[in-house]
T-cell receptor, first 114, second 112 residues
Framework: ETGVTQSPTHLIKTRGQQVTLRCSSQ?????VSWYQQALGQGPQFIFQ???????GRGNFPPRFSGLQFPNYSSELNVNALELDDSALYLC?????????????FGSGTRLTVV | QQQVKQSPQSLIVQKGGISIINCAYE??????FPWYQQFPGKGPALLIA?????SEKKEGRFTISFNKSAKQFSLHIMDSQPGDSATYFC???????????FGSGTQLTVLP
């Protein structure tokens, strides 16, 4: 059974650019959530996808968007990057019902915006 | 708005000692309270969790104590080991997406 895989592991982008981060869910998990973890802070919920539809969203602007594919993998897209977008972006997969069944987090993508 | 407040920010404990991390929440819609452990370069991993209708849950050396009326909960790590050195996050769950609201984290160092 494979875990959650995220790519790339590190990324440097320039302010104003766009970025796409990718996540492969753990086998058997059909729900994917994305979190942003600023340095020294706890992760913050961005959004969740279930059956290829957005199933909940945190307090993030529309320039943060996502996709889930039929194989349950997912993408996080961020447009018009700002310096404050520099963070570790975590993907977490789960069965429906979320945390009660245990989220499995990937190791994250470290995004630096310069 | 920080909905889950966690303290202390950092904690140093001798091997064999007890580590205690405290959290408080404001939102009464929270209905599940997990703790996560995060090692450098890794994502958080679920450690132990509790529902608000239970006052205590123990799994091995890890115990959660929950006080619903005070809206507080804590993690106790008994017989702390150097391998427990990590950042610990309390969290609370709400909403149809069962999203996690995390505390700000506690960096635990267990000295050998």
């Amino acid at each position: 059974e494979t875990g959650v895989t995220q790519s790339p592991t590190h990324l440097i982008k320039t302010r104003g650019q766009q970025v796409t981060l990718r996540c492969s869910s753990q086998s058997g998990h059909n729900t994917v959530s994305w979190y942003q973890q600023a340095l020294g802070q706890g992760p913050q919920f961005i959004f969740q996808y279930y059956r290829e539809e957005e199933n909940g969203r945190g307090n993030f602007p529309p320039r943060f968007s996502g996709l889930q594919f039929p194989n349950y993998s997912s993408e996080l897209n961020v447009n018009a990057l700002e310096l404050d977008d520099s963070a570790l972006y975590l993907c977490a997969s789960s069965h429906p019902g979320g945390s009660e069944n245990g989220y499995t987090f990937g190791s994250g993508t470290r995004l630096t915006v310069v | 708005q920080q909905q889950v407040k966690q303290s202390p920010q950092s904690l140093i404990v001798q091997k064999g000692g007890i580590s205690i991390i405290n959290c408080a929440y404001e939102n009464t819609a929270f209905d599940y309270f997990p703790w996560y452990q995060q090692f450098p370069g890794k994502g958080p991993a679920l450690l132990i969790a509790i529902r608000p209708d239970v006052s205590e849950k123990k799994e091995g050396r890890f115990t959660i104590s929950f006080n619903k009326s005070a809206k507080q909960f804590s993690l106790h790590i008994m017989d702390s080991q150097p391998g427990d050195s990590a950042t610990y996050f309390c969290a609370a769950v709400s909403g149809s997406a069962r999203q996690l609201t995390f505390g700000s984290g506690t960096q635990l160092t267990v000295l050998p």
